[in-house]
């Protein structure tokens, strides 16, 4: 037997760069964005000589900030954690208040950054990499990125970071990648879907392009349809004040969901090069075919969770979670979308996208269904010929299963049923799988856009999630409640059964 694989052998440390990031005291930064950076450092990829700044509108002092990026890390790193990876990361961190919506407010900031006697100088090296990372409200983004080019921060070398979802629509999207481009040329900007730095989503591309196999049947003749599913058991854990303007649909259909579709559909790009892979997804993007007003009422179902038990444990509904004393809220925690790809490629092959909050199960995958075999020569009573599937699993347990039929051992006749080709990357290549965010970090910093959207990408996926939410938007009607800890919606069930499909039962 093969020895498995270790997926860590190309290491290299980054020059000493600078990581501004807004919203430093934020979910994300404490949840993500620091443990990511310690792993780094941990694997020797940070030099000590870099800067990793927190910028919060709070007053705290560097040392409380640091003693709160410590928790966080604890927290989320558990046995990863040592003292002494923390002591090497320490000196690089920082903090400085700056109220990013105020000129005034990047006083501070420029004292940090900026050439002069603060001993600073260096930092502002020429050839100094220089992150501005905006994991803050989207609003937000064009007036910080207005304010850092009028103080001056904004080097040839500098980059920035916009987090998800980039505007509500497509009108406040443009206006916000107006606002950042007035200020930054596009290839210093990076807009972030950290799905694309998850190992299985990059695997996909790998199985599709570096093999042979499954080109020939990745097509309108070969495949049934498409499912991707992305299964959470949390609840809004705190994030009602950006959820409830949110909602599923702009959270993780237009972004995350879109951007898995794209991978598993898109033509084989020339290179990999990030300009020639964005082109082809953005061609996926325009190939969606527009829902009408009335196929957004039979195509879509959305969902709010009510009361429940998840993991054993009882959870409030959505409305006491988010705290509205009992007020409606019309925001959809739950999505389920049938929609379809109009190409030569695609033509008649539904795809079906399902998301949701406090679901039974949490795990993310897409399913490639094949066609039927033409022609059955098995006409063996109960036995049904199931059509292949494969499953690319996003997490957990990251991995590929291809379903086949197969003979039942034995001397009592032909008897058949599925049985899986299961490959499961935490077997086969042994260590820590990274999370996301530490690969998309560091790609940052090296300059390479290839996992990252592009402004016509992120307008085309708005062009084709509005009308869906003009029509929720318009209708009295709403979202459809679900238990928490259940699979959703019942007409999310009725909405693939109706087309004699069914959706994967692997998470269950
Ligand atoms: C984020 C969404 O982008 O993705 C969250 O804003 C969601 O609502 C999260 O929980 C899911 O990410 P992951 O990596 O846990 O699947």
Not at 206 to 224: C, H, K
Not at 473 to 497: C, H
Request: net charge negative; proline share 6%.
């Amino acid at each position: 037997m093969r020895a498995p694989h270790s997926g860590h052998d190309r290491l290299t440390t980054m020059s000493p760069f600078d990581m501004i990031v807004f919203g430093g005291t934020g979910d994300l930064a404490m949840r993500k964005l620091m443990p990511a950076l310690l792993h780094r450092c941990i694997d020797g990829q940070i030099d000590a000589a870099s800067r990793i700044v927190g910028v919060g509108r709070s007053n705290v002092s560097a040392d409380a900030y640091t003693k709160r990026v410590e928790e966080a890390c604890r927290k989320s790193m558990g046995g990863d954690f040592t003292e002494r990876s923390w002591s090497a990361f320490v000196p690089c961190l920082d903090y400085v208040a700056v109220d990013a919506a105020s000129e005034d407010g990047f006083s501070g900031l420029q004292r940090l950054l900026g050439p002069g006697p603060s001993g600073n100088g260096d930092a502002a090296a020429p050839g100094r990499v220089r992150v501005f990372y905006l994991a803050t409200a989207p609003d937000l983004f064009g007036p910080t990125c207005v304010n850092l080019g009028r103080a001056g921060l904004v080097t040839p070398e500098t980059r920035v970071v916009l987090e998800k979802p980039i505007g509500r629509d497509l009108s406040s999207s443009r206006a916000i990648n107006d606002a950042v481009g007035s200020v930054f040329r596009e290839e210093q900007i990076f807009r972030i879907d950290h799905y694309l730095g998850k190992e299985a989503v990059q695997n996909l591309l790998a199985l599709r392009f570096a093999n042979t196999l499954f080109e020939p049947v990745w097509n309108a003749s070969g495949v049934d349809h498409l499912q991707i599913t992305v299964a959470e058991t949390l609840g809004i854990e705190g994030r009602g004040g950006y959820y409830d303007h949110s909602g599923a649909l702009r959270d993780m259909v237009q972004n995350h969901m879109l951007q898995l579709l794209c991978l598993t559909t898109m033509e084989p790009p020339a290179r990999f090069e990030p300009d020639a892979i964005r082109d082809e997804k953005r061609k996926v993007l325009h190939a969606l075919r527009p829902l009408t007003d009335a196929e957004v009422v039979t195509h879509t179902v959305r969902g709010q969770y009510r009361a429940g038990v998840v993991d054993g444990k009882q959870v409030p509904g959505y409305v006491d979670e988010i705290d509205r004393s009992g007020d409606p809220s019309s925001t959809e925690t739950f999505v389920a979308i049938k929609g379809e790809i109009a190409n030569w490629r695609w033509g008649g092959v539904p795809f079906y996208l399902r998301t949701g909050k406090r679901l039974a199960g949490r795990g993310s995958e897409i399913v490639v269904q094949f066609r039927d075999v033409p022609h059955d020569i098995f006409p063996i009573a109960n036995t049904r010929l199931v059509p292949n599937r494969l499953i690319i699993r996003v997490q957990p347990d990251e991995g590929i299963r291809l379903d086949l039929m197969t003979k039942v051992p034995g001397t009592g006749g032909m008897r058949l049923r599925p049985a899986p080709l299961d490959l499961s990357f935490a077997e086969e290549f042994h260590g820590r799988s990274p999370e996301a965010y530490e690969r998309l970090l560091l790609d940052v910093v090296r300059g390479d856009s290839t996992l990252f959207m592009r402004r016509d990408e992120i307008e085309a996926a708005w062009s084709w999630v509005e009308p869906i939410l003009q029509v929720w938007e318009d209708s009295s009607e709403p979202p459809r409640s679900y238990p928490a800890g259940s699979w959703g919606p019942s007409s999310a069930i009725a909405l693939i059964e109706r087309d004699g499909r069914t959706w994967s039962e692997n998470l269950d």
